[in-house]
């Protein structure tokens, strides 16, 4: 039995997050609008792996992974 979450208030501006959203985005701390104004609550960045052996100068990549690390969230001006 799971629990239906609950909506809850932007960090930047105060208002309530959709339960919608948080559905989506369980993580979530911003609202629609402040999410779209900000440019998105994460920076990401693709990194490849390199396969290589140690010291070797050959790059043998073998996959991406993708690093994300919250930006961070700047009052709302008036």
Do not use: W
């Not at 104004?37 to 792996?49: C, M, W």
């Amino acid at each position: 039995m799971t629990s239906e979450p609950k909506s809850r208030p932007c960090q930047r501006c105060g208002r309530m997050i959709p339960v919608g959203r948080i559905e989506v985005l369980p993580e979530t701390r911003l609202c629609v609008e402040c999410s779209k104004a900000v440019g998105g609550e994460f920076d990401l960045a693709i990194v490849p792996e390199n396969l290589a052996k140690v010291g070797s100068l050959k790059k043998n990549y073998g996959s991406f992974a993708v690093q994300r690390t919250r930006r961070p969230m700047p009052p709302r001006q008036e």
